[in-house]
C-alpha cells in the first residue's frame, strides 16, 4: 500500500490540512462527504479543479480537516492543500497546476482597526452641529 501524503492550505483565516492516498475518489471534509459540506456547487467545483486539472478525480482519495474562516475561505483552503499533496504524490503535475494558478496562495487578508477609527478605514460619522 503507498503511503498517504498530505499538505496544508490556507486562505485567510481558513486552514486546511489534506491527505491524499489512492483510491476511487472519495473526497471527505471534516467526517463529511464534500457535496453536503459545501452546499453551493461552485465551492465543490473549487476542490475538485486540482484533481480534474491532473484527471485524476477518481483515483485519489482526499480527506481533508477544514478549520476557522468562512465556507468559501476553506473551499479555496482545501484547494491550495490539495494541490500540495498532489505535488507530492508526482512531481511531474507542476506545470499543469501551475498554468491553472493553483499553487499560489491568495495573500490578501482583513485589514487591522486602526485607531479613531470605527474599522479599518470607516471613520465614526461627523456632525457639523
Known amino acids: ?72 475561505g476553506q473551499a479555496e483552503a482545501a484547494k491550495l492543500g490539495i494541490a500540495r499533496a498532489l505535488l507530492e504524490v508526482n512531481a511531474e503535475f507542476r506545470p499543469a497546476l501551475k498554468a491553472a494558478g493553483l499553487l499560489r496562495r491568495d495573500p490578501r487578508s482583513v485589514e487591522r482597526k486602526k485607531p479613531g477609527r470605527k474599522k479599518a478605514r470607516r471613520s465614526y460619522q461627523f456632525s457639523k452641529r
Open 1 to 72: 500500500m503507498e503511503k498517504q501524503k498530505n499538505a496544508v492550505g490556507r486562505r485567510k483565516e481558513a486552514v486546511t490540512r489534506v491527505f491524499l492516498s489512492r483510491g476511487e475518489g472519495k473526497i471527505t471534509i471534516n467526517d463529511k462527504d464534500y457535496k453536503n459540506y459545501f452546499s453551493l456547487v461552485y465551492l465543490q467545483n473549487q476542490v475538485e479543479l486540482p484533481l480534474k486539472t491532473v484527471e485524476g478525480l477518481d483515483k485519489y482519495d482526499v480527506k481533508i480537516n477544514a478549520a476557522g474562516g468562512g465556507m468559501k
